[in-house]
């Protein structure tokens, strides 16, 4: 028996695998203290600090960035304005246009149909000057060759002016009086 309790006492020293043996406890719990300690001290303060930088670095990122788009925003309607107005002076300025392009066609047209009618006016004149003149020359053609012919019938010489002159008149009164009663 003394061996058995030998043994339980032997056993009882002996440690347990899933207890901790208490010199390694409280070495464990003194270097996790001192751990813990310099962390605090050391650690912390450092990513605090470089939180705080990147918050404050963020933050001002942040309002930059507003400032930049509220400044985009500005020069946005700016333009929007600037392009509205230059459309609607375009427009005037197309309108504007159309209208003096009216007015000057019109005023082509005026000018050509003036300058027709002076064509016109001038060639009826030129004309009429024309036939008068063939009609002057052809009567004293007509009246030289009746003449010339009445004499040949008559068999005597009409070669006086105012005997000639009336019967040219004669004849051509006569061909004028068959030429409209051949007419009507």
């Known amino acids: 028996m003394h061996k058995v ?8 020293h002996e440690l347990n695998p899933l207890l901790p043996h208490p010199i390694e406890l409280v070495l464990s719990l ?9 962390v605090k001290k050391f650690v912390v303060p450092a990513f605090e600090k470089t ?13 930059a960035a507003e400032t930049k788009q ?36 019109a005023e082509m047209r ?4 003036a300058e027709s009618n002076r064509i016109v006016e001038h060639g009826k004149t030129q004309i009429e000057a024309e036939r008068q003149q063939a009609v002057t020359s052809l009567r004293a ?11 040949r019938i008559v068999g005597e ?12 008149e004669r004849f051509l009164a006569e061909l004028e ?6 007419v009507n």
Not at 30 to 38: P, R
Not at 141 to 151: F, I, M, N, S, Y
């Open 5 to 12: 309790i030998l043994l339980a006492a032997e056993e009882e």
């Open 30 to 38: 003194v270097v996790f203290g001192i751990l813990l300690f310099a």
């Open 51 to 63: 939180f705080a930088e990147r918050t404050s670095a963020i933050e001002g990122g942040l309002k």
């Open 70 to 105: 509220a400044e985009a925003d500005a020069k946005l309607a700016e333009l929007e304005k600037q392009l509205a107005d230059a459309r609607h002076e375009a427009a005037r300025i197309r309108e504007e246009a159309r209208e003096q392009g009216a007015a000057i066609v």
């Open 110 to 113: 005026e000018q050509a149909q």
């Open 141 to 151: 053609e007509v009246g030289t060759l009746a003449t010339g012919l009445a004499g």
């Open 157 to 168: 010489s009409l070669d006086d002016e105012a005997r000639q002159s009336r019967v040219v």
């Open 177 to 182: 009086a068959d030429q409209t009663s051949g």
